[in-house]
């Protein structure tokens, strides 16, 4: 449960500056210089509330059970429904509050279920807690935490591929700086994401990180293009990883990964990074907060930081 609560100050601080950022002179302050942000306290949103829940879960039940956490998650909304929940969302923890099954509501919300990027937001604390066993039981109750809330394929290999690569920061965390752990970190996640667009995007993503200009890229590119690595434009993020805009997991996780990966090591490093790139800010902060907390440590986060998120009571 340390290391869960540790998964969750790292998404909640991420999260919580995010939302700031949404206002637009903080953007430009942040990116000027990260101790230049807004006035506390910074509440945090229903990504914060949604990980509680699985950390409460964890800590009663010792695993992922899906109706605990589908009652955990319908309290939650229902006690403080203006965190920011989507409107899926809304409607899918209204119909489970009110006694319907999670699971017919999690298939019904959304035709086909939902894949949005909610399922690999909330996930941490689960990436931290089974984060010393075997990485298929981190994939395995990844997916048990997805299904309450999204049936789609791609909304449960958003989650398996978030926890995974926060179970591999934890493994990792001594040399989370070197190159082979952050190959690592993209070669666990590979390793147990179902196939699909999630898994297309972390295979995107690792190219992406080592070897700019292979095949899959010139052909996004087109022949002539020329990337310097480490000088890379937001353009160029957007278009090979997307950066959540679409608020689905395809369009954000493969972006997460990859900020995440290259500054496993200076948590403060990757969430400007994140927040540069736009979208979907606070949920890239949080995914990438609670990956990058599990490398660093309470330490690695920002001092001013962690003093001005709202006090999280759990």
């Given at each position: 449960m340390d290391r869960a609560r540790l998964a969750l100050v790292g998404l909640s601080v991420g999260d919580a500056l995010g939302q700031t950022c949404f206002q637009g002179h903080n953007y430009e302050a942040i990116l000027e210089?990260?101790?230049a942000t807004a006035r506390a306290p910074w509440p945090f949103t229903d990504d914060t509330a949604m990980a509680i829940s699985i950390y409460d879960v964890l800590n009663e039940h010792g695993r992922i059970d899906q109706d605990a956490l589908a009652q955990r998650f319908a309290a939650r909304y229902k006690a403080?429904?203006?965190r920011g929940y989507g409107g899926g969302a809304h409607r899918l923890l209204s119909q489970v509050g009110s006694g319907f099954p999670w699971r017919a509501a999690a298939e019904n919300v959304f035709p086909g279920g939902s894949f949005g990027n909610g399922s690999a937001m909330r996930i941490a604390p689960l990436a931290a807690y089974f984060a010393e066993d075997d990485y298929s039981v981190v994939a395995e109750q990844a997916r048990l935490s997805a299904e309450v809330t999204h049936a789609h394929p791609e909304?449960?290999?958003?989650?398996?591929?978030?926890?995974?690569?926060?179970?591999?920061?934890?493994?990792?965390?001594?040399?989370?700086?070197?190159?082979?752990?952050?190959r690592e970190l993209f070669d666990a996640a590979l390793a147990h994401t179902p196939a699909g667009q999630v898994r297309d995007g972390i295979e995107r993503a690792r190219t992406f990180s080592f070897d700019l200009m292979t095949e899959p890229?010139?052909?996004?590119?087109?022949?002539?293009?020329a990337v310097v690595p480490?000088?890379?434009?937001t353009e160029l993020?957007?278009?090979l990883l997307g950066n959540g805009s679409?608020?689905?997991?395809?369009?954000?996780?493969?972006?997460?990964?990859?900020?995440?990966?290259?500054?496993?090591?200076?948590y403060q490093s990757a969430i400007v990074q994140t927040i540069r790139v736009r979208?979907?800010?606070?949920?890239?902060?949080?995914?990438?907060g609670g990956i990058v907390a599990l490398a660093v440590g309470e330490q690695g986060i920002p001092n001013d930081w962690l003093a001005q998120r709202e006090e999280l009571v759990v």
């Open positions: 210089d990260p101790r403080q429904p203006w909304g449960i290999a958003g989650a398996i591929a978030t926890a995974v690569a926060g179970a591999c920061a934890w493994k990792n965390r001594s040399q989370c700086a070197e190159a082979a752990t952050q890229v010139v052909r996004l590119l087109g022949r002539g293009a480490f000088d890379v434009s993020i957007v278009r679409h608020i689905s997991c395809q369009d954000t996780v493969p972006f997460c990964l990859w900020v995440a990966a290259t500054h496993l090591h200076d979208g979907d800010i606070d949920t890239n902060c949080a995914i990438v």
